[in-house]
Each structure stands twice: as C-alpha cells, then as structure tokens.
C-alpha cells in the first residue's frame, strides 16, 4: 500500500475532529468523531456507540466518506481534505495500538459506553490555498 503524502497526513495529524458521512437505504447522514491518525497504517480511529446511527449504518453499508477542515475565514488559509473509504472495527492486532493512542489522547472516552472504530481512506483530497488558490493534493489507494 502506498501512504498518503506528507502535507495530507500531516494536515490530518493537526486536526481532531472529523465529519464523518454514511448512507443507508438512501439516507444520508453526517456526525462529528474526535479521532487520531495512525499514520503507519493509514487509519482514523474513532469511538462511537452502537445505537447511533452512523453506527447502523455501517452495518449495512460500511463505504463512507468524510472530511476534515480548518475553520477560518480568511480564503488564502483555506484548508481541508475530503475522503471516501470503510469503516469497520479494528483487527485484533490494530486494536490495541489503535486504543492505547485514542485514550492517551481522549482519556474522557473511558466514561463513555462506545467502541472503538477504524476508518481506512482509499481516497484524500486536499485543498490548500497557502500553497495557491484552490492548490488540490490527491491520493488514492493503490488498488
């Protein structure tokens, strides 16, 4: 697999929360995950609980798409990216690295009742206009 290049991941590894987009039977739904980037495998890891409906949704359809942005609103510091990929739980030998680093980060989410989840991107896109109006960096998952 190749990895995502360099100003994508480290925008991504900047960032917390991300906007997470599934669909099923038709519906569209968005939600908003805190989640941290395991770079060396390309992942977003996130908690959520099981009767959400992002959560069911994946249950029937597990390719989403997602994004993640700074806010501002000044044009020229424009940046975000824009993904597609699936969303499943971890593999045993992803979920424990994935959740040592999600509650070191996020040690509240062991107050909560959810389950760990990971998002593996086939696509990014980046916009970022500090490196020119509209400046797009694209990856894709070698298939």
């Not at 824009?82 to 040690?107: N, S, V, W």
Request: hydrophobic share 40%.
């Amino acid at each position: 697999m190749n990895f995502p290049q360099t100003k994508i991941t480290d925008f991504i590894e900047e960032h917390h929360v991300l906007t997470l987009a599934t669909s099923a039977e038709n519906r569209p739904y968005c939600a908003n995950c805190f989640y941290v980037y395991l770079k060396d495998e390309n992942l977003f890891v996130f908690t959520s609980d099981d009767t959400t409906k992002h959560v069911r949704d994946v249950a029937v359809n597990n390719c989403v798409a997602g994004s993640v942005v700074l806010e501002t609103s000044t044009v020229g510091k424009i940046q975000g990216i824009q993904f597609t990929g699936r969303m499943f739980l971890p593999a045993d030998e992803q979920a424990q690295k994935a959740h040592h680093k999600y509650m070191f980060k996020y040690p509240f989410a062991t107050l909560m009742n959810t389950q760990l989840w990971v998002l593996e991107p086939d696509f990014i896109k980046l916009t970022d206009n500090r490196l020119g109006f509209g400046k797009k960096v694209i990856w894709k998952k070698d298939e």
